[in-house]
T-cell receptor, first 113, second 117 residues
């Protein structure tokens, strides 16, 4: 089954404790992206990757890091999480063309205390 | 700048009634438009997409949407609502400008659909 898989689905942690949210897709997609979803603010792009080893900042990159060492994986790293990063996070992938839809994972709900 | 406006953050219909969720977009170049549905505790699932072929687009679960360039609209409809349609619906736009700005989708704020028995 074609899918984008995120782990963990839920995480409660404390300020400053490094964490990684993994994202993997099995569709051989070139393009991958991370969004965060907050009430009243909709979905905002954090980072994106057009291809392996190519990543760049989205609209809200502060406090986040990513890497794209393999085509299928695009982990999101919070080096020193803070409470304002409490949110619902989505990983997405696509074929890498403007007219192609993005396929989303089921989301990761992070709570930073 | 590109933007998407969804009129009505909450829409309530009776089971069997017409569903109409409104979406207006702003784009200075030809847009590609998408509707996604989000069920509780799940990700966004693609309902349908407009990519410059037919202006009336049919999607999954009996939904369809019509692209009207003159009105800059892409409203989502379903003739007869079912209880299982209760969810949050997002309209999104992509174009060459947003693609060159990171390939992001520009999302509306979402419309929560409730279906009454």
């Amino acid at each position: 089954e074609a899918q984008v898989t995120q782990n963990p689905r839920y995480l409660i942690t404390v300020t400053g404790k490094k964490l990684t949210v993994t994202c993997s897709q099995n569709m051989n997609h070139e393009y991958m992206s991370w969004y965060r979803q907050d009430p009243g603010l909709g979905l905002r792009q954090i980072y994106y990757s057009m291809n392996v080893e190519v990543t760049d900042k989205g609209d809200v990159p502060e406090g986040y890091k990513v890497s794209r060492k393999e085509k299928r994986n695009f982990p999101l790293i919070l080096e020193s999480p803070s409470p304002n990063q409490t949110s619902l996070y989505f990983c997405a992938s696509s074929l890498g063309r403007v007219d192609q839809p993005q396929h989303f994972g089921d989301g990761t709900r992070l709570s930073i205390l | 700048a590109q933007s998407v406006t969804q009129l009505g953050s909450h829409v309530s219909v009776s089971e069997g009634a017409l569903v109409l969720l409104r979406c207006n977009y702003s784009s200075s170049v030809p847009p590609y438009l998408f509707w996604y549905v989000q069920y509780p505790n799940q990700g966004l699932q693609l309902l349908l997409k407009y990519t410059s072929a037919a202006t009336l687009v049919k999607g999954i679960n009996g939904f369809e949407a019509e692209f009207k360039k003159s009105e800059t609209s892409f409203h989502l409809t379903k003739p007869s609502a079912h209880m299982s349609d209760a969810a949050e619906y997002f309209c999104a736009v992509s174009d060459l400008i947003s693609w060159n700005q990171g390939g992001k989708l520009i999302f509306g704020q979402g419309t929560e659909l409730s279906v009454k028995p």
